[in-house]
């Protein structure tokens, strides 16, 4: 079983969901939730998470929750509110409730601050309400999240592309800080920084022993793919089936491991009903 733990999706209807002023566009006729169904079916792809992107809608969590409440078997909807607006934690509890939503993706409020009043309240109707927090942020924050995560010790919460680590100079770095908030064992590692990291295309090789180290770290039960879709917008270097094949050939993993990594982690996190 394979599971996109991180696909971003874009509605074709820009009447009926209205998109941001200068928005991030894909390429024409890719990032529809048809167009990711095409790719699942092509590379023998099960469920996948639907994430919101900020990018195009913002707050607007419209078409993710009538994509997921269309689509229970086979999406997890992940949305993303706005920290900073003492609404949100409601919202969220709506949008679980009504549209079957499983996740969240954090991010910090305007001040830049992760460890917030606003992201606390957030983390809190996400512990309520059963919902998995995807926290988007870069190395900087790394300290603001360890406060977090011991204040949320019974949240499951993700590391979205591993506060993207790249090739370089200052991997170590952002890699060395990873790996030291696997101690927090409701963390779990999002892979999806290897087309993004890489300073070449597919298969990403000098990425590789830097999503090894993470996987050492965490261990494949707290390790997820995701695809980046639509890749012709976020991984133009790498296609979503050499993304996969990455985790299905490439990397040097046990059998069991990269079951985990490429299905079960997710399934337990975002498919089982809690």
Same mark, same amino acid.
Request: charged share 25%; glycine share 8%; aromatic share 8%.
């Given at each position: 079983?394979?599971? /996109?733990?991180?696909?971003?999706i874009?509605?074709?209807?820009?009447? =009926?969901?209205?998109?941001?002023?200068k928005?991030?566009r894909?390429?024409?006729? =890719?990032?529809?939730?048809?167009?990711?169904r095409?790719?699942?079916? #092509?590379n023998?792809?099960?469920?996948?998470?639907?994430?919101?992107?900020?990018? &195009?809608?913002?707050?607007?969590?419209?078409?993710i929750?009538?994509?997921?409440?269309?689509?229970? @078997?086979?999406?997890a909807g992940?949305?993303?509110?706005?920290?900073?607006?003492?609404?949100?934690?409601?919202?969220? @509890?709506?949008? #679980?409730?009504?549209?079957?939503?499983?996740?969240?993706?954090?991010?910090p409020?305007?001040?830049? !601050?992760?460890?917030?009043?606003?992201v606390?309240?957030?983390? @809190?109707?996400?512990?309520?309400?059963?919902?998995?927090?995807?926290?988007?942020?870069?190395?900087?924050?790394?300290?603001?999240?360890?406060?977090?995560?011991?204040?949320?010790?019974?949240?499951?919460?993700?590391?979205?592309?591993?506060?993207?680590?790249?090739?370089?100079?200052?991997?170590?770095?952002?890699?060395? =800080?990873?790996? $030291?908030?696997?101690? &927090? !064992?409701? *963390?779990? #590692? @999002?892979?999806?920084? *290897?087309?993004?990291? %890489?300073?070449?295309?597919?298969?990403?090789?000098?990425?590789?022993?830097?999503?090894?180290?993470?996987?050492?770290?965490?261990? %494949?039960? $707290?390790?997820?793919?995701?695809s980046?879709?639509?890749?012709?917008?976020?991984?133009?270097?790498?296609?979503?089936?050499?993304?996969?094949?990455?985790?299905? =050939? /490439?990397?040097?993993?046990? /059998?069991?491991?990269?079951?985990?990594?490429?299905?079960?982690? #997710?399934?337990?996190?975002?498919?089982? $009903?809690?």
């Open positions: 079983m394979v599971i /996109d733990t991180h696909a971003h874009y509605s074709p209807d820009e009447k =009926k969901y209205p998109v941001i002023e928005p991030l894909p390429p024409a006729g =890719k990032g529809s939730l048809e167009h990711l095409q790719e699942m079916a #092509a023998g792809v099960e469920g996948a998470c639907l994430i919101q992107v900020s990018t &195009f809608y913002r707050f607007d969590n419209r078409y929750c009538d994509s997921a409440a269309a689509n229970p @078997k086979w999406t992940v949305c993303t509110l706005d920290p900073d607006d003492p609404h949100s934690p409601g919202l969220l @509890k709506h949008y #679980a409730e009504k549209y079957g939503l499983r996740g969240m993706r954090s991010i409020a305007k001040n830049g !601050r992760l460890d917030h009043p606003g606390r309240a957030l983390w @809190k109707a996400a512990t309520e309400a059963g919902i998995v927090i995807n926290v988007l942020i870069g190395h900087e924050k790394a300290a603001e999240l360890e406060t977090m995560l011991a204040a949320f010790r019974t949240l499951a919460v993700v590391l979205d592309h591993c506060m993207n680590i790249k090739a370089g100079a200052g991997m170590q770095t952002v890699l060395d =800080k990873v790996v $030291r908030l696997a101690r &927090f !064992r409701n *963390l779990n #590692a @999002k892979l999806t920084f *290897l087309p993004t990291g %890489s300073a070449g295309g597919y298969p990403c090789a000098d990425m590789h022993a830097a999503c090894l180290k993470v996987i050492e770290a965490y261990g %494949s039960s $707290r390790c997820v793919w995701g980046d879709f639509p890749c012709e917008l976020w991984t133009p270097k790498v296609s979503y089936a050499e993304h996969l094949r990455i985790f299905q =050939k /490439d990397l040097p993993l046990k /059998d069991a491991d990269r079951a985990q990594i490429l299905g079960g982690t #997710a399934q337990k996190l975002w498919f089982t $009903r809690k």
